[in-house]
């Protein structure tokens, strides 16, 4: 009840506006230059099962971008267009894990990850990178799970 719809607005914008209006642009330029190219986008598990501990306009948004990836995927893939999508959880090492979880223990987080620790943000890239590759090269509307097997 207390996200505003300010708030909203500005989350919105951040996470699926900015995808839309990135990849409208992407695509269209290359259209126009007779090219194609590959779009990752960055969603989030949040937006794929929301948890207590993701606020709902985030998750809202993030959801929104899984969306707009699989329509991009289907819209775009004759015209050569491959379009994916990464969704890391929550735990990414860095300031961020610790600005979402500084109420708890992330021992205790961790205990949901199979894998039974954090991931880097070079794993996360690595993902992006080899969504971009020539091994992806029949990969499309693909959500991709970083997480260890978690969430």
């Given at each position: 009840?207390?996200?505003?719809e ?10 699926a ?11 269209r ?7 194609y ?16 501990s ?11 971008v899984v ?14 267009f ?20 500084k ?10 990850v199979?894998m ?17 590759s ?16 978690g969430?």
């Amino acid at each position: 009840m207390e996200i505003t719809e300010k708030m909203w607005d500005q989350v919105f914008d951040l996470n699926a506006k900015s995808v839309f209006l990135f990849s409208q642009a992407f695509i269209r330029k290359h259209m126009e230059r007779g090219t194609y190219g590959n779009i990752v986008n960055m969603a989030s598990q949040a937006g794929i099962v929301p948890t207590e501990s993701m606020r709902p306009h985030y998750s809202s948004s993030k959801a929104a971008v899984v969306g707009l990836t699989k329509h991009m995927s289907k819209e775009f893939a004759p015209s050569g267009f491959r379009v994916n999508a990464v969704a890391p959880g929550y735990c990414i090492s860095g300031e961020r894990l610790q600005n979402v979880w500084k109420d708890r223990d992330v021992k205790t987080v961790l205990k949901n990850v199979p894998m039974g620790r954090t991931s880097t943000p070079e794993e996360q890239a690595a993902a992006v990178t080899f969504l971009c590759s020539d091994e992806a090269s029949y990969i499309t509307g693909v959500i991709l799970d970083v997480t260890g097997g978690g969430f």
